[in-house]
């Protein structure tokens, strides 16, 4: 079983996930004690996809999270680098366009999306900052970046909690339901070592990303962060 590395190298991620890919969205019901359906409708709201708009859904596993937007009339490339979510997504959604690409290096043309969106894979790609630039180059101008990516809870004594849970009681529940739950311990580590609201915001702006804005889901532990390409 693969376990990655905090300085992800990506063939490490990807065999990683390649090797939870058949259980990971119930996993992922379980360890967020059922809240990442809610995260999930947050998101569709926030890409508000129409009829006939490409969407580009990046780190998209099995294609759960790009269902809203197919539902909504527009169309949806779900992409990621793990070949086995591919797999197990294309038997579960087989008309959706799946395609495998690095976020680093995006296999679309400049300027193709209307709206591009990511969750919870932003902190699994090796050069975060190359990644938000190339959400920018593919995306229309006038389109929108929606991330959803864990984040550092607002109440200072709820942080202390949720860390202790992160570490100590997170690999062992996703034990009773993943094939790898050492995948769940690097979760853990990197959801730790990643920055919080403001400096993920900073880091858009960097990258080029206008109207940067953010709203906290659950207390602070996932955030939704928003942005405009000009």
Sequence with gaps: MT???LDKQPHEVASMFDDVAAN????NDVISLGQARLWRREVAKAVDA???QKILDL??????SSQPFARAGAYVVPCDFSIGMLRVGKERHPWMP??????????????????VTISFGLRNIQDTDEAL???YRVTKPGGKVVICEFSQPTWEPFRRVYTEYLMRALPPVA????SN???YVYLAESIRAWPDQAGLAARLRQAGWSKVAWRNLTGGVVALHRGVRD
């Design 59 to 64: 780190a998209a596993g099995t294609a759960t």
């Design 3 to 5: 376990r990655a590395s």
């Design 98 to 115: 799946f395609t495998a690409g690095d976020g680093t290096k995006l296999p679309f043309k400049d300027e193709t999306f209307d709206a």
């Design 50 to 52: 129409r009829p006939a």
């Design 175 to 178: 034990r009773t339901v993943c």
């Design 181 to 183: 739950p050492d995948a």
């Design 24 to 27: 990971y969205d119930l996993t």
């Design 133 to 135: 630039r190339e959400l």
